[in-house]
């Protein structure tokens, strides 16, 4: 019989960024202890690094004080970025004709478990 893993989850939704740029931040904390995740996104150039760092925050205080787990024992358990809705756009161009451009949105989700 499997082991059932206690975790705690945060998210955030219709985020203003695309869903492939905050992929790639999550791609370096998947599977890091919640401190070295921390530390990771603390130090990265990136955007989606700040919006990461707020939804892993919460992750941890849910964690805390929710279910009470041991900080020292989280892990990133999942972390995923699905698609949020488009706005969509019109630019007027040359001969009063129009492009077409969107503005894509992500719904963030980190789900943290606790090692024994």
């Given at each position: 019989m499997a082991k059932e893993i206690r975790t705690a989850t945060a998210s955030t939704t219709n985020v203003r960024i695309s869903p492939y740029k905050v992929r790639q931040v999550l791609e370096l904390i998947?599977?890091?202890?919640?401190?070295?995740?921390?530390?990771?996104?603390?130090?990265?150039?990136?955007?989606?690094?700040?919006?990461?760092?707020?939804?892993?925050?919460?992750?941890?205080?849910?964690?805390?004080?929710?279910?009470?787990?041991?900080?020292?024992?989280?892990?990133?358990?999942?972390?995923y970025a699905n698609h949020g809705p488009m706005m969509k756009r019109y630019r007027p161009v040359a001969k009063g004709a129009a492009h077409h451009y969107v503005h894509k949105t992500s719904h963030v989700t980190i789900t943290l478990g606790e090692r024994q």
């Open positions: 998947r599977g890091k202890t919640a401190e070295r995740a921390v530390v990771i996104l603390k130090f990265s150039d990136k955007k989606a690094a700040r919006i990461i760092s707020k939804v892993l925050n919460s992750a941890m205080a849910n964690a805390e004080h929710n279910k009470g787990m041991d900080l020292d024992k989280l892990y990133v358990h999942e972390a």
